[in-house]
Structures are given as C-alpha cells and as structure tokens.
Nanobody, 115 residues
Framework: QVQLVESGGGLVQPGGSLRLSCAAS????????MGWYRQAPGKQRELVAS??????DYASPVKGRFTISRDNTKNTVYLQMDNLRPEDTAVYYC??????????WGQGTLVTVSS
C-alpha cells in the first residue's frame, strides 16, 4: 500500500504564500500522473494543478499564481502557492497514478486564507 502524505498547509493572509509537499512512500519516477486537488466547504473536489510526462497544467483560477513541481530523488511533489486569495481556502489533496494504473490519494492538508 502506497502512502501519500501532504504537509505545508496552514493559515496565511491574503497575498501570502505557502508551499505544499506531498511525500510518497514509493518511488515516484514511475508515476504517469501527479496532481493537486482541492475541496472547499460545500463544494466538489476540483483539480488545481497536474504534472504528467514532464508537462504541467493548471486550473484557470490559479494560473500564474501556483506552480507544481516534483523531486524524484525525494519522492515528493510540491505546490508553490503565491498571491493567495480567500477563495483558495480549501483542503488540498495529492493524487498519484503509477504506471501500473494504481491510484492513490493523500489525506489532505488544510489551507486557510484569511486576514
């Protein structure tokens, strides 16, 4: 069983920055897809950013503010979040899909943007 552990969430003021980390218990070199999702209270989970085959993709609301990256040597994927807004408040989840088609989710980390 693979574990994905997110960290880095917390309370930040509007305009501030946070970096989320998602550490995997398995080598991520053989993943075909890694993504960050978020779920705000009363809303459905939505894709925020993804990285696949070296290409990245972002949801429109976060383009230019969020950056997804990965470090295969640390089996970790990151989400750098800058210029945070109150509407970015949500639980952020990491998802990874391996070449075996196995998909795993982390437990989530809460990000609260408020003054």
């Amino acid at each position: 069983q693979v574990q994905l552990v997110e960290s880095g969430g917390g309370l930040v003021q509007p305009g501030g920055s946070l970096r989320l980390s998602c550490a995997a218990s398995r080598n991520i070199f053989s993943t075909t897809y890694m993504g960050w999702y978020r779920q705000a209270p009363g809303k459905q989970r939505e894709l925020v950013a993804s990285i696949s085959g070296g290409s990245t993709d972002y949801a429109s609301p976060v383009k230019g503010r969020f950056t997804i990256s990965r470090d295969n040597t640390k089996n970790t994927v990151y989400l750098q979040m800058d210029n945070l807004r109150p509407e970015d408040t949500a639980v952020y989840y990491c998802n990874a899909i391996w070449i075996t088609s196995q998909s795993y989710w982390g437990q989530g980390t809460l990000v609260t943007v408020s003054s």
